[in-house]
């Protein structure tokens, strides 16, 4: 209990202190925000997962990619 | 959908802006922990609060680089998904022990004593705060090793086997993968490049203050031990570069050849000191590859292959083969991996129709042919040349940069040592606007690298064109664009921020 106190007081202490760091921050906060919930959510679905139920048919798929012109 | 080359083009364009992008931050971050954690080892040993007033201020413009950087790698998480998910399937195995480990190590390490590093001074104490300080360099370093293991993997590929069942590449040797002298020589020479571009960036600001005569003390100290960092890891790194193109000799020959723009082969090749390339330059033809240049004699040879009568094939003899030396033709290694295509094609139709014995057949074949598999899918052999000037002059500049690094770090110390480096304002204006140079010739070495193995994006194994995704080509076009104002902006506020930083200086930090 101790030690977690510590651990909660470091963060906590660091954080309120903090000159420079709250801007940045701000900037982690803005760019994670850009980053996750508009270009992943927008532009970046995971092809093979959503596409696909099972790792067989994504292996099926790679295989007929790779062989699409024999 | 079809794979066009715009797709392939603007997927390429997208992950380099993105991987150039994320190396803007990350090899500062990796060389100036150190500088930082040999600043605060002074401190530790003499407790000479002066110690600790620049340990801590160049602490807080490593965090807002590391501010800035963060995050920036995932962005490539993201675009394996998308639009390298035929890539990202059959490296699969092979990425992912790499990849997970150093996931796990950067989140531990990063959250854990960057925390008791930043926020710690007061709650810990000095012996205590300085491990921590010492971990986040090693752990910053270790993450770097992990990358870099999966990207040697890429420009040679050890240890994994290819399963026709699943399409993947499944690893049989971890040793083999982690030991691989491409990735061991790629590691420590991109880990002591940050080391010298940290060196650097110390080094510039320190010379600012030094011309504006502000903060004299602090930056004399600083200049010291970053021009001592400096030359040290530059020895490292020049040692680190012969074994970087030692093995690019060994296994990734065409990318040599265009390193030093070299079309015929030959015994005793020289190194290009410099030079400026015929633009009309084809495969075979009688023009002269230079409109002029100056080389050293004897140099490439040994560089290469460490004889200095060695032959060292040029991108002639690698597209169209030479019989004397045993080089065989990508036309014919476009054959061999057309038979791996094809023996591919077979065993999965055999399989299909339960025939084992012709499905062994094919399995074997396809055995015999799969070193050269991905030359089955070039469509002509001059497909395996990569860009020969952007790589060739990304190459020059990089080395020409770091040998200047050398010698600069050496007059710093040498007028440091001789008290006399504040009279010399020639001297700390070249520190000033080194800095770029420095940026530069970071990114000027990945594009040697990534550029110089095209067409691969696993060497001989599998082309560009076939790791990526069946997208549109506009979404990708719509994100490179997202990302390139995106990450211009986050670059304009990491300078605007740093600089203000700077102005304010270590006093007022």
Redesign the interface.
């Given at each position: 209990m101790k030690s977690l106190h510590?651990v909660y007081?470091?963060?906590y202490?660091?954080?309120v202190n903090m000159r420079?760091?709250k801007?940045?921050?701000l900037?982690?906060a803005f760019?994670?925000f850009?980053?996750f919930a508009v270009?992943?959510w927008l532009?970046?679905?995971?092809?093979?997962?959503e596409n696909f139920q099972t790792?067989q048919e994504?292996?099926n798929y790679?295989?007929e990619?790779?062989?699409k012109?024999? | 959908m079809e794979h066009t080359d715009l797709l392939v083009d603007y997927s390429r364009a997208q992950f380099a802006l993105t991987a150039l992008y994320h190396w803007i931050f990350v090899p500062l971050t990796l060389g100036l922990t150190f500088i930082i954690a040999i600043m605060e080892t002074i401190y530790v040993k003499t407790l000479d609060e002066k110690w600790k007033t620049i340990t801590k201020y160049w602490m807080g413009l490593l965090a807002i680089n590391f501010a800035i950087g963060l995050a920036t790698g995932i962005i490539m998480e993201f675009e394996f998904g998308t639009n390298w998910s035929n890539y990202s399937w059959i490296v699969g195995d092979i990425f992912g022990a790499p990849l997970a480990i150093e996931g796990l190590m950067a989140f531990f390490m990063e959250s854990t004593f960057f925390a008791v590093m930043f926020f710690g001074w007061d709650k810990v104490s000095k012996r205590a705060h300085l491990t921590s300080t010492w971990l986040v360099a090693i752990g910053s370093n270790l993450s770097a090793l992990w990358i870099l293991i999966a990207n040697g993997w890429m420009q040679h590929p050890v240890g994994m086997k290819f399963n026709p069942d699943s399409a993947r590449n499944e690893m049989e040797n971890f040793a083999a993968v982690v030991f691989n002298p491409n990735a061991v020589s790629k590691f420590l020479h991109t880990i002591s490049s940050g080391y010298v571009l940290a060196s650097l960036f110390v080094i510039s600001i320190s010379a600012w203050y030094l011309l504006k005569k502000r903060d004299v003390a602090f930056a004399k100290k600083s200049i010291v031990v970053a021009a001592s960092f400096g030359l040290i890891t530059s020895i490292l790194m020049l040692t680190t570069g012969d074994e970087s193109a030692h093995q690019v000799a060994l296994n990734q020959p065409m990318k040599l050849a265009a390193m030093e723009g070299l079309y015929k082969g030959e015994e005793r090749a020289g190194i290009v000191a410099f030079g400026l390339l015929e633009s009309e330059k084809e495969i075979n033809d009688d023009l002269d590859p230079f409109k002029f240049m100056f080389e050293i004699p004897g140099a490439l040879s040994f560089l290469g292959y460490h004889d200095i009568n060695a032959f060292v094939p040029g991108i002639d003899d690698l597209i169209l083969g030479n019989e004397k030396h045993n080089i065989i033709s990508v036309k014919e290694k476009m054959i061999i991996g057309k038979k791996a295509v094809q023996a591919l094609s077979d065993y999965k139709k055999f399989k299909k129709e339960g025939n084992t014995l012709a499905m062994n057949e094919a399995l074997k074949t396809f055995r015999a042919t799969s070193h050269y598999m991905g030359y089955g899918y070039l469509k002509k052999p001059e497909g395996a040349l990569p860009d020969v000037a952007l790589t060739f002059y990304s190459f020059h500049i990089m080395v020409a940069a770091g040998s200047w690094f050398l010698v600069l770090f050496i007059l710093i110390l040498y007028f440091s040592m001789k008290n006399e480096l504040t009279n010399k304002k020639w001297l700390l204006r070249l520190g000033v606007i080194t800095l770029p140079l420095g940026y530069a010739a970071q990114e000027c070495g990945w594009i040697v690298a990534e550029v110089g193995r095209q067409p691969w994006a696993i060497q001989d194994l599998l082309p560009v064109g076939m790791a990526t995704s069946n997208v549109g080509s506009t979404s990708v076009m719509i994100t490179f664009w997202l990302f390139a104002i995106l990450f211009t902006a986050l670059l304009i506020a990491e300078v605007k921020i740093m600089l203000k930083q700077i102005s304010i200086g270590p006093e007022g930090h």
């Open positions: 510590w007081s470091l963060y202490d660091g954080f420079v760091g801007t940045l921050w900037l982690i760019k994670l850009i980053m270009m992943k532009f970046f679905p995971n092809i093979m997962q790792d994504r292996s790679i295989l990619q790779l062989t012109d024999n | -």
